[in-house]
């Protein structure tokens, strides 16, 4: 549960900084940084997620086993799954804020657990119990909520395409942990190497594929050497410490409970955003930040094991109770 907890906290931070690199040039005042700020800020991410896993894989000698990885099978299904979670997913999201807003947005991109997990239970036979689902979807509810009061009447663009492209973040994001969840069943495609292979799959597909089909190549060549830019790469370091802990979440604890305490995102963006851009919470986001504190944390964990730990735990000499190792 560590993991997964750690992942949602991390990818908090990532979110924030990345708010603030945004507010920043070269991706605010022009129409030109408009139309190309989310596109180009979601492909430099995957970029320096890429780089900064290599860094981490060079650094400990690891380089090699994901060479070895990507010559197995796993290897390529785990390409599979950054396709769908990296350039799809991403890509869907980014186009979804830009037609129907960031609050419906988030909405429905929150529900990517659920599909997840259903998709889990089918093709990797994960269990998770009734009870265990019904809390995952009231901490969905706490993040619909949060959503729901952040909506304002500003006009964006078509809505068809940003719900088809919001539920197309859904189905990619969802279906990149069961698929990585999948490959890393192989001995030889490990949690590091898997994650290793989707940011690079990721930031490579970017490069060749979704920024010239935007016609975004300038814009951000442009950009690279800028202040904001450099914000976006300190995001990227928060975020490939938010994978690494996922893929190991999921590696652990399975696809489904892995993604249930990811979303706890929602609510650690809360507090970030309380401690470094000073946004004051009111009482009904401390409340939705219970609901998805709470609801995840129970989706991803044996009710009988958290609620009866005290009565597992030896006496003392005196009569007590001894903490357990760990």
Same mark, same amino acid.
């Given at each position: ?42 492909? &430099? ?16 000698? @690891? ?121 890393? @069943? ?11 292979? @989707? ?45 690494l802990f996922y893929y190991k979440g999921i590696s652990v604890i399975g696809a489904a409970k892995g993604m249930a305490l990811n979303i706890t995102y929602s609510a650690w963006a809360v507090v970030f955003g309380f401690v470094l851009l000073g946004t004051v919470p009111g009482w009904v986001e401390i409340v ?9 944390? &129970? ?9 009866? @730990? ?17």
């Amino acid at each position: 549960m560590k993991y997964g907890l750690a992942s949602g906290c991390l990818w908090a931070l990532d979110t924030t900084i990345l708010a603030i690199a945004l507010s920043m040039a070269p991706f605010i005042d022009t129409v030109e940084a408009i139309a190309f700020a989310s596109i180009v800020s979601a492909a &430099l991410h995957d970029v320096f997620c890429a780089i900064w896993m290599f860094f981490y894989m060079a650094l400990r000698g @690891r380089l090699k086993d994901t060479v070895a990885a990507l010559k197995t099978r796993s290897g390529k299904v785990v390409m599979l799954g950054a396709l769908l979670g990296g350039p799809i997913g991403m890509s869907g999201y980014v186009i979804a804020i830009n037609n129907i807003g960031p609050a419906y947005t988030a909405m429905i991109s929150a529900f990517y657990p659920a599909f997840g997990a259903l998709m889990a239970m089918l093709f990797l036979k994960e269990k998770m119990e009734l009870k265990q689902f019904i809390a995952l979807l009231v901490a969905l509810g706490g993040i619909c909520i949060m959503g729901a009061i952040t909506i304002t009447n500003d006009q964006y663009g078509d809505p068809v395409l940003g719900l088809v492209c919001a539920l197309l973040c859904v189905v990619g994001w969802g279906s990149e942990a069961v698929i990585c969840a999948w490959g890393m @069943r192989d001995e030889a495609v490990d949690n590091e190497t898997a994650l290793q292979i @989707r940011e690079t799959t990721s930031g490579l597909v970017y490069l060749v594929v979704v920024l010239p089909i935007f016609g975004a190549w300038a814009f951000t060549l442009g950009a690279i050497p800028t202040i904001g830019t450099a914000v976006v790469a300190l995001s990227a370091l928060a975020g490939t410490a938010s994978y690494l802990f996922y893929y190991k979440g999921i590696s652990v604890i399975g696809a489904a409970k892995g993604m249930a305490l990811n979303i706890t995102y929602s609510a650690w963006a809360v507090v970030f955003g309380f401690v470094l851009l000073g946004t004051v919470p009111g009482w009904v986001e401390i409340v939705c930040c219970l609901l998805i504190m709470g609801g995840t944390i &129970l989706a991803a964990s044996d009710w009988k094991e958290l609620f009866s @730990r005290k009565k597992n735990l030896p006496k003392d000499p005196h009569g007590g109770l001894m903490e357990s190792e760990g």
